[in-house]
Nanobody, 123 residues
């Protein structure tokens, strides 16, 4: 079992930046692939980015070029650097982990989830 806790959310103006962190405890974090998802009010949860245990990344088209996913296995922590934020990025952001070396854009493939952190971008 692995426990995940997100941090770093908050209120930022459009064009600004935030860095989200996802701290993992429990099992060996390096054995998991990690993903970030988000859910805006009234909308379904959507994929944002994923990174596998080799460090290979993949992004949703809506964030490509603006967001960067990374991980530090020594610190058992994953990150989502968000730049050039837009009002449509406003959502609760969740990190998730799945055992194995292959990331996924499908939320149901992830075994463990954090409680989420709110990101609000004002225009």
């Amino acid at each position: 079992q692995v426990q995940l806790v997100e941090s770093g959310g908050g209120l930022v103006q459009a064009g600004g930046s935030l860095r989200l962190s996802c701290e993992a405890s429990g099992r060996t974090f390096s054995r998991y692939s990690m993903g970030w998802f988000r859910q805006a009010p009234g909308k379904e949860r959507e994929f944002v980015a994923t990174i596998n245990w080799y460090g290979v990344t993949y992004y949703a088209d809506s964030v490509k070029g603006r967001f960067t996913i990374s991980r530090d296995n020594a610190k058992n922590t994953g990150y989502l650097q968000m730049n050039s934020l837009k009002s449509e990025d406003t959502a609760v952001y969740y990190c998730a982990a799945k055992i194995g070396g292959i990331g996924s854009v499908r939320d149901y493939e992830y075994d463990h989830w954090g409680p989420g952190t709110q990101v609000t971008v004002s225009s």
